[in-house]
């Protein structure tokens, strides 16, 4: 009988991956961290540390928030992909990398059907179209006349090519029947910078980010892209109100993703400590002063969500990607079961 020096199997046991917990029992039993792909200080990030403070007090153990910035966040979702999956390394994932990049780029450093899996939706947060407070324009129907009167000579800022403000103010701008021209920063804040200046005409910005300037006078409110009015800002239109489109909507939402393989009962697990930390009346309040909206709803909401939004913006994009579809085994809402507004067909940007 072949036997094996203690010395032998000690050293085979360093040779072995760590053993990942199929279970959630004892879930985390050290520092977990939420990986940001934005610089601190925007709305993810908020978000995000939001969301880790809540959850440290409920696990009893670290949680810190890492910001991996960069290519629009897809240096944060690589190491997303990369990361051991064992729920102790999640990520605050944007509309724009979960629906809107892969739609847009041919070649990404991650695969959303492959590399992550979703864990449950964490907020969503409104779209204000915004201009400088001491732009001639007091109205959206002030805006639309002037693009219809000189093509090409508005401009829009926006945080980047293949953001959520960019679709929406190129989709705008087309449905309204006028061109644009699109100038990308990197980043929120010297987009609004500027727009405050007067140096570009208009953004759509996230209201979390916006309500404060537009509060302190630096930037003036138009429309909001929703299907309702904000109770932040009961007296700014609707799009579908200022501008006759019907349906438009351009929603942030933020969820929170895993490595793919990680266990099911852990992903399960982080689910319900966030809907828990959602129902709190502080976390509540903490998220709609910001303009946010809890969600919650698990992984297959978040799943349904995903696909949904990748078929809408794919096509927006004319590069349709439908592999989520597959992931939300078939329960995406049809538009015809959406008890909203219609949707017009938006031209491709």
Known sequence: MLRLRPALL??????????????????????????????????????????????????SQPVTVENRTGAQGNIAMAALAKAPPDGLTLGLVPVGNAAVNPALFP????????????????????????????????SVADLVAAGRREPGALTYATPGAGSLAHLAAA??????????RHVPYRGVSPALTDVMRGEVSLTFAQ?????????GGQVRALAIASANR????????????????PGFEAISWYGLMAPAGTPEPIV?????????????????????????????GGPAALARLIAADTERWGASCARPASRWSERARGSMPRPSDAKQPRRVPWPTI
């Not at 209201?207 to 509060?215: M, N, Q, Y």
């Not at 399960?268 to 969600?295: K, N, Y």
Request: aromatic share 6%.
């Open 10 to 59: 000690l050293a085979a046991s360093l040779l072995l991956p760590p053993a990942i917990p199929a279970a959630a029992d004892g879930f985390p039993d050290r520092g977990v961290r939420i990986l940001v792909g934005f610089a601190a200080g925007g709305a993810p990030d908020a978000l995000a540390r939001l969301a880790a403070d809540r959850l440290a007090a409920r696990w």
């Open 107 to 138: 070649s990404l450093p991650y695969d959303m059907a492959r590399d992550v899996v979703p864990v449950t939706e964490i907020a969503r947060v409104e779209n204000l179209l915004v201009v400088a407070a001491g732009s001639p324009w007091r």
């Open 171 to 180: 989709l705008f701008a087309r449905g309204a029947g006028f061109t644009m």
């Open 207 to 215: 209201v979390s980010t916006a309500k404060p300037l537009v509060e």
């Open 230 to 245: 904000s109770p932040l800002f009961p007296d700014v239109p609707t799009l579908a109100e200022a501008a006759g489109l």
């Open 268 to 296: 399960r697990s982080i689910a319900e400590d966030v809907a828990a930390i959602l129902a709190q009346p502080d976390t509540r309040a903490a998220l709609e002063s910001q303009g946010a909206a809890p969600a919650g």
